[in-house]
């Protein structure tokens, strides 16, 4: 009983009296916390504790909290609120003494999670003692919940299996980035299937139409060229006009067959290979010359 009395004293010194007038909220639930630790309430205690520090938060609050905690047999959440509270400032000696036995005490038989997490964010261990990460908590062996509240107020929460006495394991907890879904490029209209019968092969069938024309005219050069052979041959080859008559005709009507053999390739290209192109901005074009001794094909699709 005398033991009691001397923590429900510290207990009693352990949150600044500024903070109690500053906050009605955070001074009802350290009334309330110190009538169930007298009560030997201890759990019900640590949680009126923890409401003080949330409504005020200060050391001491939690240093009431593992305090009672401490006397609920409740090592872990004993353990993480005495170490948060050393970790900031504002404890009296003896408290802090008072702590460091404490969390001495219990943590050989807890395990350590290392908590990373955004800064600014505030970190429990099921839901009790805050901490700020990076933080390492203390655990039984077993499942247990971390969770962490973000600035915005976001809660993110993680299961973890904590190791036996003095084990560890880290965990990090941040919010998932969000990808942007892939953009996929709209799909080409479909284009319409070419004709058969378009323009580049309408020229073919005027090419191949030509290569016939000139070859027809090829004929008639050269039977034409013949005959003024024959005749320079029965004059006794003595008339020159004859000769060169005959010579003019022969070589007309090879320029003629060689331009005809040229049409009729060009024109079957044109009417069997498939479209390369767009026939209908390329518009198709042909053009023959012949002059004296020679000809010329020429042409555009």
Not at 36 to 44: D, I, M, P
Not at 123 to 144: I, Y
Not at 155 to 180: F, H, M, N, W, Y
Not at 193 to 203: K, Q, T
């Amino acid at each position: 009983m005398k033991r009691a009395l001397g923590i429900f004293s510290l207990l009693l010194l352990s949150f600044p009296a500024t903070a109690l007038a500053d906050d009605a909220a955070a001074q009802r639930h350290f009334e309330a916390g110190q009538v169930a630790f007298v009560k030997r309430h201890y759990e019900e205690a640590a949680n009126e504790f923890e409401a003080a520090h949330a409504e005020s938060p200060h050391p001491a609050a939690l240093f009431n909290a593992g305090v009672a905690w401490s006397q609920a047999g409740k090592a872990a959440h004993a353990a993480n609120c005495l170490s948060t509270a050393l970790a900031g400032e504002g404890l009296s000696t003896e408290q802090t003494t008072d702590a460091k036995k404490r969390l001495a005490a219990a943590t050989p038989s807890l395990a350590k999670i290392k908590v990373t997490a955004p800064r600014g964010s505030v970190v429990r261990l099921d839901d009790h003692c805050p901490a700020s990460p990076p933080v390492e908590l203390f655990a039984e062996e077993g499942d247990h919940v971390v969770s962490v509240v973000l600035r915005d107020g976001k809660r993110l929460t993680r299961q973890v299996t904590a190791p036996a006495a003095g084990g560890s394991r880290s965990i990090d907890i941040r919010p998932e980035e969000k990808v942007a879904p892939p953009v996929t490029p709209p799909s080409p209209p479909p284009q319409e299937a070419e004709p058969w019968l378009n323009g580049r092969r309408i020229a073919g069938f005027a090419v191949l139409g030509g290569s016939v024309a000139l070859g027809a005219a090829a004929l008639g050069v050269g039977v034409t060229g013949l005959g003024k052979r024959d005749d320079f041959v029965d004059g006794g080859r003595v008339d020159q006009d004859l000769h060169d008559d005959a010579l003019f005709l022969r070589d007309t009507a090879n320029v003629l067959w060689g331009v005809s053999a040229g049409a009729l390739v060009v024109g079957t290209l044109l009417v069997a290979l498939p479209s390369m192109g767009n026939d209908e901005e390329k518009p198709t074009a042909l053009q023959v010359r012949v002059g004296a001794g020679s000809a010329m094909l020429s042409g555009a699709w």
